[in-house]
């Protein structure tokens, strides 16, 4: 696929329509896990322009960042800690509207405020998260959800 990423406009619907197909062709043919997180990442960030979008594999008994785009970031997390360790443990997507509510949130940065996090499910096992972070408070719905779900299920591990 070509490298230049159309960059959709429209409602997030719309945005994350015209993204997908992209996403696959990005993917197709390609093994490499780094490679495809890696990408998957920059993709996200170019479309919607998050503060922060990245990725944490399972290693053991905690989360260790992965490819991603934005600041830096903490590079462990224990399970159930955090969002991202809680979407863990929960097994399940965790939408925060307001990271400063949200009991045990670990502050990478203070710019962020609201945060997504969609678990990696393979074999019924949690192996990474997809963690998206926004500089405005409640900036992720339902439809980031079913859609940042269908976008990790297309990379392989
Ligand atoms: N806020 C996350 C930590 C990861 S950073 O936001 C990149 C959490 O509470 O798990």
């Not at 696959?24 to 322009?49: C, H, M, S, T, Y």
């Not at 159930?80 to 929960?90: D, K, L, T």
């Not at 998206?132 to 719905?141: G, T």
């Amino acid at each position: 696929m070509a490298e230049d990423l159309h960059i959709a406009s429209g409602t997030k619907e719309e945005q994350y329509v015209a993204l997908v197909p992209q996403v696959r062709g990005l993917l197709e043919g390609e093994p490499d896990l780094v490679a495809n997180l890696a990408n998957v990442a920059a993709a996200l960030k170019e479309q919607f322009g998050w503060f922060w979008v990245g990725f944490y594999l399972v290693k053991g008994d905690e989360l260790v960042l992965g490819p991603f785009q934005g600041p830096v970031a903490c590079t462990r997390i224990r399970k159930g800690r955090g969002v991202c360790g809680s979407s863990w443990a929960q097994e399940k997507t965790l939408i925060v509207p307001d990271v400063e509510a949200f009991p045990g949130h670990i502050a990478c940065s203070s710019l962020s405020r609201s945060e997504i996090v969609v678990p990696l499910l393979r074999g019924g096992e949690v192996v990474g998260v997809l963690d998206v972070d926004s500089a405005s408070l409640d900036a992720f719905n339902a439809v980031d959800q079913r859609w940042l779900e269908e976008i990790v299920s297309l990379i392989s591990f």
